[in-house]
């Protein structure tokens, strides 16, 4: 069969969507790229959350979540505010401008920029899958919220996230790993097997070996 090559997992096709919950007063969101719908009769629709996201323990407290379909008009600001910190840390909504989401029926916000629809789920049950949590949810409602094409991970990669930078001088010899997500850069002979990227929350699987 020959060597096995991780890279393929890059060829499966991924939407890309903000998942945000509410907790009391905590209003929070996530980056995910795993919304998909998995029966219509009934219609329902899967989204695996990982657990490293504030958002994730959310959305299993509360069962009730809003899911904002991403499209190419997005910019990376979008992705860094919603992907790159953690609801842990900071209050995402407390800065984010009132323009760009709205409030669902629900309580819970949706956005409004850089998106084209927006559901409203309730989970029906859940499947622990090891770093992730995957919903399965019901649709209370959805709607289009413009006819801009829906952004897809590899739209994203080639499209939205800037190219990565040259990495600073470095001793001789000193080898670096990039993660290919988000661009973060780990020194170092190894990366460890456990290791988990500081920005997106991807592990070592994503990172590629930079040679200087």
Known sequence: ????????????????????AVDGEKMNGCVTNTAVQVASDPNLISIAINKAN???????????????????????????HFGFQSGRDVDKFADYPKSSYEIAENGIPFITAGTNAYFSLSVES???????????CKPDFMTVLSDVQSCTYEYYQNNIKPKP??????????????????GYEYVGEELPDDFICPICKHGSDDFEKVVR
């Open 1 to 20: 069969m020959g060597e096995m090559n991780t890279k393929a997992m890059y060829k499966l096709s991924y939407g890309l969507f903000i998942c945000t």
């Open 54 to 80: 504030f958002t994730h323990d959310m959305v299993k407290k509360t069962g009730k979540c809003n899911v904002s379909v991403i499209s190419t008009e997005a910019d990376f600001e979008l992705f860094k």
């Open 126 to 136: 859940s499947v622990d899958l090891g770093s992730h949590t995957l919903f399965i």
């Open 165 to 182: 930078q040259a990495v600073g001088q470095t001793p001789k010899g000193e080898t670096i790993w990039r993660c290919t997500i988000c």
